[in-house]
């Protein structure tokens, strides 16, 4: 069973940064695709950020767009997700999930998810 292993999250003000961490146990790390979702209080859990296997491709959601990073490396078996210029709206319990040798689709497998608070 892969395991997915989040950390990073905490409390920051509006304005400043936060770095999640994702690790994977599976030695096959290379051919997973991660991604980031959020969900936030009430609401439905939303897209955030990709990394793509193979191409190591990135994508993010429009709300992230330029305020975000997405990074892997793959000695570690860790991805990265740099958040800079928090907002109050990025508060969120954020989860990382992985798609072995695909992009799209079903998720294989989801972390427990580490929380992001941002105070104004």
């Known amino acids: 069973q892969v395991q997915l292993i989040e950390s990073g999250g905490g409390l920051v003000q509006a304005g400043g940064s936060l770095r999640l961490s994702c690790a994977n146990s599976d030695s096959r790390f290379r051919q997973y695709t991660i991604d980031w979702f959020r969900q936030a209080p009430g609401k439905e859990r939303q897209f955030v950020a990709k990394?793509?296997?193979?191409?190591?491709?990135?994508y993010y959601s429009d709300s992230v767009k330029g305020r975000f990073t997405i990074s892997r490396d793959d000695v570690e078996n860790t991805v990265y997700l740099q958040m800079n210029s928090l907002k109050t709206e990025d508060t969120a319990v954020y989860y990382c999930a992985a798609r072995f040798n695909r992009d799209y689709g079903e998720v294989d497998y989801w972390g427990q998810g580490t929380q992001v608070t941002v105070s104004s």
């Open positions: 990394i793509a296997w193979g191409t190591g491709r990135t």
